[in-house]
């Protein structure tokens, strides 16, 4: 809530009129009437007395917040998303960096707009201009998280970077940031702690802990076969390719997972082969796709997990930003005329 805001909820809570609280601290009534509406603000020297006034104390009355929750990051990623698809980049990326000024020490903002803002770049259909610039602004992102204390956050950040080091060829570089990523314990972690959650009854909490750990490692088997399959296309082993695809869209829907996943790695292979019968059919089927929700607590995989707050016309959002890209991308004019 704004200061404005405040003031005035807490006025009212305590049941007083702009005249009352204007008489108690020396000032007249319409200068009251202008803090609620926003308009002006109290002198410095009163926020105490004003404070004390309304039972309130001046971190709640001034809205000091030291960081953002996980909820807040992924409604202000919606706000951005919309800007962008309403405004245009440029706007998008002011927005972001007003937020960015704002909390500059939340490592998951600065992470989640780093991703956001890179995937609208390369899902754009329109020229950007100074998007080298952006680039660049985006990667020292990247590069903030990734100096983060929290270590998936910071993980996470350098993941990107790495792929950024390998897209212009510092293969070197990239080596050298992979090294400073710690291996993966000989311990799961996860599983042990939901074990003795089971030992002491906290079977909800087990439950969760696990249902997290499934997603995860979901994902992280999705990454695997979509490098299995890339590398069979290098290869020419296309028969071995459409069999991995095939293994991914199967994993997809024995895990539950959003129906979108089932389409990723056959777009992707039949786009790589130039395929103009089933690159159109699956593309038309992934699209499709896109606007049918994940109801993912309807599975019994994961009836305790939660659901993260997200704008319901995301996936519709994301569909125009993936048609503006087929139509632009040079590697797709073999579907002209399809």
């Given amino acids: ?37 926003g308009t002006t603000y109290p002198d410095l020297v009163l926020l105490p007395a004003l404070a004390r006034l309304l039972d309130t104390d001046l971190t709640t009355l001034l809205s000091f917040q030291e960081d953002l ?58 020229p950007i201009p100074l998007k080298e610039k952006y680039e660049k602004e985006i990667e020292a992102l990247y590069q903030r998280a990734a100096q983060s204390t929290n270590a998936v956050i910071r993980e996470q950040a350098s993941a990107c970077l790495i792929s950024k080091l390998m897209e212009q060829g510092n293969y070197e570089q990239a080596q050298e940031l992979l090294d400073t990523i710690p291996g ?13 959650w089971i030992a002491q009854g906290k079977l909800k909490k087990a439950a969760k802990c696990t249902e997290e750990k499934l997603l995860s490692v979901t994902n992280e088997i999705h990454s695997a076969l979509m490098t299995l399959m890339e590398i069979a296309i ?59 929700k994940w109801e993912i607590d309807q599975s019994p995989l994961y009836r305790y997990i939660e659901k993260k707050e997200v704008d319901q016309a995301f996936g519709g959002k994301l569909q125009k930003l993936i048609i503006q890209s087929l139509r632009t991308d040079e590697e797709m004019q073999f579907l002209e005329n399809r």
């Fill in 1 to 37: 809530m704004k200061i404005n805001e405040i003031i005035r909820e807490r006025r009212l809570k305590k049941g007083l009129t702009q005249a009352q609280v204007a008489k108690y601290l020396g000032v007249s009534a319409p200068a009251v009437n202008k803090w609620e509406k």
């Fill in 69 to 126: 929750s996980e909820k807040e990051v992924a409604l202000f990623m919606n706000e951005v998303l919309e800007q962008i698809d309403r405004s245009g980049f440029d706007a998008g990326y002011s927005l972001a960096v007003e937020k960015l000024r704002e909390y500059p020490n939340s490592d998951l903002l600065v992470n989640n707009l780093a991703a956001l803002l890179d995937g609208a770049i390369i899902l754009s259909g329109n």
């Fill in 184 to 196: 993966k314990s000989s311990i799961d972690r996860d599983l042990v702690q939901a074990n003795i």
């Fill in 234 to 292: 290098k290869e020419e082993r296309m028969d071995d390719a459409e069999y991995i695809a095939d293994v991914d869209r199967g994993s997809a829907q024995l895990f539950d997972l959003w129906e979108y996943n089932s389409y990723v790695a056959h777009s992707q292979l039949y786009i790589a082969a130039k395929d103009r019968k089933k690159s159109p059919e699956v593309l038309r089927a992934m699209l499709a796709s896109l606007t049918k």
